[in-house]
């Protein structure tokens, strides 16, 4: 298997309509990211301030791939600072569930984005208990529409760089 590709859980029984929404939301990813979903690894960290998405290039010598994801993360950081969460639901095909309250509250998150030695992370940052809750309600829904198999619970402890 190939390092990008998705693997169901033991317990999971694909269904053509699961198996159709993952095709679509991986073309519909390529698309609006750049950069091909089979040579970049997704990441959704959720901590107890907020969150983190992390994306990195399979193959540390694709420079290539590297700086579209850069690209990309750049992007979602500007869009999400001012509100704009078009990205995420022309990937997914829905608005994701957090997005509202994120864009009604934008003045009380903070988005910051860092450079990782194979691609690149934004971090998000709120002190306010309903942008919070949106926040990782938004990022869960990304753990699971991506099926990335990161947790679904908040982790005291941030990866470092």
């Known amino acids: 298997m190939s390092p990008g590709a998705r693997q169901?859980?033991?317990a999971e029984k694909p269904t053509q309509n699961n198996d159709q929404h993952s095709h679509d939301v991986d073309a519909r990813g390529d698309h609006v990211?750049?950069?091909?979903?089979?040579?970049?690894?997704h990441h959704f960290r959720l901590y107890p301030?907020?969150?983190?998405i992390e994306i990195t290039s399979?193959?540390?010598?694709d420079a290539a791939t590297r700086d579209e994801i850069r690209r990309h993360l750049g992007h979602i950081l500007g869009m999400f600072s001012a509100g704009n969460?078009?990205?995420p639901m022309l990937i997914h095909a829905v608005d994701p569930p957090g997005a509202a309250t994120m864009k009604?509250?934008?003045?009380?998150?903070?988005y910051k984005f860092e450079n990782l030695d194979h691609g690149g992370r934004v971090t998000i940052v709120t002190h306010n208990p309903e942008a919070l809750k949106s926040?990782?309600?938004?990022l869960r829904f990304q753990i699971k529409d991506h099926k990335t198999g990161d947790g679904l619970e908040v982790v005291k402890n941030r990866l470092p760089l």
């Open 8 to 10: 169901d859980k033991p």
């Open 33 to 41: 990211m750049g950069f091909s979903h089979e040579k970049a690894t």
């Open 85 to 87: 969460f078009r990205a």
């Open 58 to 61: 399979n193959d540390p010598q």
């Open 135 to 138: 926040v990782h309600k938004f």
């Open 104 to 110: 009604q509250l934008r003045s009380e998150i903070a």
């Open 49 to 52: 301030d907020g969150g983190a």
